[in-house]
């Protein structure tokens, strides 16, 4: 699209998220979306964030502009704050200025704001939006089945902490599948583990009643039936995946990144690695952005995928190396490499590619999904659990490592996961079924698909307020 004058947009929106990449990166690609259905998006990050974390590339795409608010740290971000609790009452504090005075500005310049779209996690934004006038959507970055899972604990629906016999025949919740204590969230299964995080979980849902559309980053096939039920209770609207345009629909041009990363990837050593191994043949190994395994763990994980005796590219960010047993060198022998980051989107699409070991965070599994690729899964901790839940017994794309009473899994385990997706005859049905969400996943976003046709009916309501 090539760049519009003011009088061609139909609406503008403030996108805001909580500062954290996992948190950016599926705003971002939404508010493409919305540029490519000509809505001016003003993406506002917090002063911090926006000079560490530079965004590549965000000029190309025309309609959306970028603007900062101070969250009150602005040299160190929550780092500086040396709390999170802290960190956050002053965020809330600092920032519901920063962005009200941000609004009043771009009236001032002819740029009326019509809807502020936010990250669930920070709900204090909706009550800045209602203060000055304008719309508010709350954009849920988990799966639907997770949202769920925290709403019920929200609302005391479900009894927490859980007893020591609780669950044991099961934990039902509507519209999902029976769930044992350990597939929820570890915020509610180990109730004490992690307060804060816990209570900003369920803080999403506070006042969300009150927000005049909840989008989530998922796609109605994809949980149809949990979707129909949170439809019951808010003006509920699926709008992803937000997986960028190339590798789904390729509508949005050149859109073939997220425009943000904490990390360098190293493209050129993954990908020229990469085209050299035959087909299917390559388990790509990452945990994400900010999960960590204690050097047991890491040892057990560099043997069993030595003894599966396959080729593996494993991603050990430069915090995590010294974690690398002593005789890693000796371990990656010619079949295996280390990156301290990748490209992950061009690995997950690379033929070579046939397997995918995951912490199973959201952003993660929905890639594979949209790429094809069955999953491995070693959740950690958060919503990870519940991912792994659906990966295996829902979709069934994927499986979930066996974990001893110390929560550590074995060399054994990694191998035999690994073999089972990699050769085995249910590996290849679950090579299948993977590829079917593939095809559900770019219909959904295409041209007149279910989230296609959320984000129009988004848009004809800023339309509305627009004129």
Not at 111 to 133: F, H, N, Q, R, T
Not at 174 to 203: G, M, Q, T, V, W
């Amino acid at each position: 699209m090539g760049k519009e004058e003011a009088g061609d947009y139909v609406g503008h929106c403030i996108a805001i998220a909580f500062p954290a990449q996992g948190h950016i990166t599926p705003l971002l690609q939404f508010s493409k979306r919305l540029g490519q259905k000509r809505v001016r998006v003003t993406l506002v990050l917090t002063t911090f964030f926006s000079k560490t974390i530079p965004l590549k590339d965000l000029a190309s795409n025309n309609n959306i502009t970028l603007e900062t608010i101070s969250d009150g740290f602005d040299q160190g971000g929550y780092k500086e704050a040396g709390d999170y609790e802290v960190y956050m009452n002053t965020f809330r504090r600092v920032g519901s200025r920063g962005l009200s005075e941000l609004v009043r500005r771009l009236a001032s310049s002819g740029l009326a704001v019509d809807c502020i779209v936010y990250d669930s996690y920070i709900p204090w934004i909706l009550d800045v939006a209602k203060g000055l006038g304008v719309l508010g959507a709350s954009f849920l970055t988990q799966p639907c089945a997770v949202d769920t899972a925290y709403f019920h604990a929200y609302k005391k629906w479900m009894k927490l902490p859980l007893e020591e016999d609780e669950g044991k025949h099961g934990i039902s919740l509507p519209a999902l599948p029976l769930l044992a204590p350990s597939d929820l969230p570890s915020f509610l299964y180990k109730y004490d583990s992690y307060p804060f995080f816990r209570d900003r979980s369920l803080e999403q849902f506070s006042n969300i009643d009150q927000a005049d559309w909840v989008l989530v980053n998922s796609f109605y096939e994809l949980e149809q039936e949990v979707v129909q039920w949170m439809k019951k209770i808010w003006p509920l609207k699926t709008v992803g995946p937000t997986v960028p345009s190339m590798f789904l629909d390729k509508r949005i041009e050149n859109d073939t990144h997220y425009g943000i990363s904490m990390f360098k990837p190293n493209d050129e050593a993954c990908m020229k690695w990469l085209n050299g191994k035959p087909k299917r043949s390559v388990v790509y190994v990452s945990f994400g952005s900010l999960a960590d395994l204690s050097e047991y763990q890491m040892e057990e994980m560099a043997w069993g995928l030595k003894e599966s005796e396959c080729y593996f590219l494993w991603v050990v960010r430069a915090s995590e190396e010294s974690k690398l047993p002593k005789d890693i060198k000796e371990i990656m022998s010619d079949k295996g490499i280390i990156v301290t980051w990748c490209p992950q989107l061009q690995v997950l699409s690379h033929e070579a590619v046939g397997c995918f070991v995951t912490h199973c965070g959201w952003n993660s599994t929905l890639e594979a999904l949209c790429l094809g690729v069955p999953m491995v899964g070693f959740p950690q901790w958060a919503d990870q659990n519940t991912n792994a839940k659906l990966i295996m017994d829902v979709w069934k794309v994927g499986i979930t490592a066996k974990v001893d009473e110390k929560d550590c899994f074995t060399r054994q385990e990694v191998k035999e996961c690994v073999k089972e997706i990699m050769e085995s005859e249910r590996g290849k049905e679950m090579k299948k079924n993977v590829m079917y969400w593939k095809n559900m996943a770019r219909n959904a976003i295409d041209e007149g698909g279910s989230s296609d046709k959320n984000i129009d009916e988004f848009v004809a309501g800023l339309v509305r307020r627009h004129k």
